[in-house]
């Protein structure tokens, strides 16, 4: 399992490196993070269908598709939002069963919002200057600090972080993690020139490592919900697509965010 998982995953990343250094002469990154949106949905969906409702599949897809693409048109989020509001809600009056009419519109939303809304940032912060560095920088930080995590808590965990949501991780991993992303931040300064003091990248690589953990606790609190131990078994050693997909998300936001208030 760890043989597996380490070869995956350094698979996974030189082509995420490839995907985000090269953007001529298609967007590879957004190509890449909307097949990944989708597969991610895929799995969403058959593991909500399994225990609650099928979402309406056809209508979160597109959803998912336009959201993660968003970013390439300027000020399309608030009709593109409107948009899909209006026609999920109009495909409930479509002839048929309509007693879970609802609670399928809401994880249709849940599906959307949480995969394809949050996969968009992604594609937002590369569009940013020097936005290229910063997913890297994004991608490498979550990268060390999920490793650390995994094999520090692995071998000497014992003070578990939430045992009610996921027996398997503890605070030493969370500790190691955190150092690995402090120290993967301050190395890619010179690496990538980018345009901040190492204090400033050292404590966003903090934040990043923290958020990123929580992010993986909300998907294995998912998980839970739907009594699952994987969203999937696409990814050898990792498991799913949206095992894949969770800390990398939020700490995509957070360094977005970052680099709009203060790095610009």
């Known amino acids: 399992m760890l043989k597996q998982r380490f070869i995956s995953g350094i698979v996974l990343f030189v082509i995420a490196f ?20 989708v597969m991610a949905l895929r799995e969403f969906n058959h593991v909500v269908a399994q225990v609650k409702a099928q979402p309406f599949i056809v ?27 209006v026609i999920s809600l109009l495909y409930l009056l479509k002839p048929g069963d309509r007693t879970q009419a609802f609670i399928r519109w809401g994880w249709t939303l849940a599906g959307v919002i949480y995969i394809g ?25 979550t990268v060390a ?48 020139d980018l345009p901040s003091s190492y204090i ?20 294995s609190l998912f998980k839970r919900n739907m009594a699952v131990k994987d969203s999937g078994n696409s990814i050898p050693g990792h498991g799913g697509f949206m095992d894949r997909m969770d800390s990398v998300v939020f700490a995509a936001i957070l360094v977005y965010y970052y680099v709009v208030l203060f790095a610009q």
Do not use: C, N
């Not at 009610?164 to 190395?187: C, D, L, N, T, Y």
């Open 18 to 37: 490839l995907a985000v250094w090269f953007d001529e002469p298609l967007p590879w990154l957004t190509i890449g993070v909307t097949w990944w949106g």
């Open 59 to 85: 209508i979160g897809t597109v959803a998912t598709v336009l959201f993660i693409a968003s970013p390439h048109v300027e000020d399309s989020l608030p009709p593109l939002l409107t948009g899909f509001a």
């Open 117 to 141: 809304w949050l996969l968009s940032f992604i594609v937002a912060l590369r569009g940013l200057d020097g936005g290229r560095e910063w997913v890297l920088f994004a991608l490498a930080v």
């Open 145 to 192: 600090s999920d490793t650390f995590a995994y094999l520090i808590g692995r071998a000497t965990g014992k003070h578990k972080m939430a045992p009610s949501i996921s027996p398997g991780k503890s605070w030493e991993g969370a500790v190691a993690g955190a150092i690995a992303a402090i120290a993967i931040a301050m190395i890619l300064k010179p690496v990538l």
């Open 200 to 219: 400033a990248l050292g404590l966003l690589g903090l934040a990043a490592s923290a958020i990123g953990q929580a992010g993986d606790l909300i998907e």
